[in-house]
């Protein structure tokens, strides 16, 4: 069974700081892999979409990477803002459309 | 362009009443999903769809059934709602499971079982 697993649970940054999320997953055989904003009491805005067959995608201040073989994913946020501050959750799919969400890592950027 | 909408937002329910929770969307994706959010317990996936008339169990299905009449519809049907079943509830599409494209996602239904 897959399990996805979100290191740390939190995280307080000043505002400016670059900062890492991480993601591991236990069954390497994914389809891909999503990176998700949910914002409080809100639904979930996907960020970025990295297939198995890539090792990274970027989107503005975003870049997430994907090391398949080790099962881990980070995502990379430059120059943070307040703005950032939400809860980034991490899904992994297989071929068949399952996914297994983590439980998230809750940012905040301080001013 | 309306994406994937949830109805209704809120819904408080008494122990062994049914109701259905909508989710409609206007992408024509095939793909349609049901999870529910749970704190420490994050998305899990109650049922799934990879098209019309075609549904298949999640990680956690008991309590709950689905049909998929028309690509837009894919509503939720409690039978008989318990306190278990408290939890905010949330609809995802994606164009297809093959093409590699993103889950989109409903702002969720946030549902109390007394």
Sequence with gaps: KQEVTQIPAALSV?????LVLNCSFTDSAIYNLQWFRQDHGKGLTSLLLIQSSQREQTSGRLNAS?????GRSTLYIAASQPGDSATYLCAVSTNAGKST?????TLTVKP | NAGVTQTPKFQVLKTGQSMTLQCAQDMNHEYMSWYRQDPGMGLRLIHYSVGAGITDQGEVPNGYNVSRSTTEDFPLRLLSAAPSQTSVYFCASSLGTGLNQPQHFGDGTRLSIL
């Design chain 1, 66 to 70: 994907l090391d398949k073989s080790s």
């Design chain 1, 101 to 105: 969400f983590g439980d998230g890592t």
């Design chain 1, 14 to 18: 000043p505002e400016g700081e670059n």
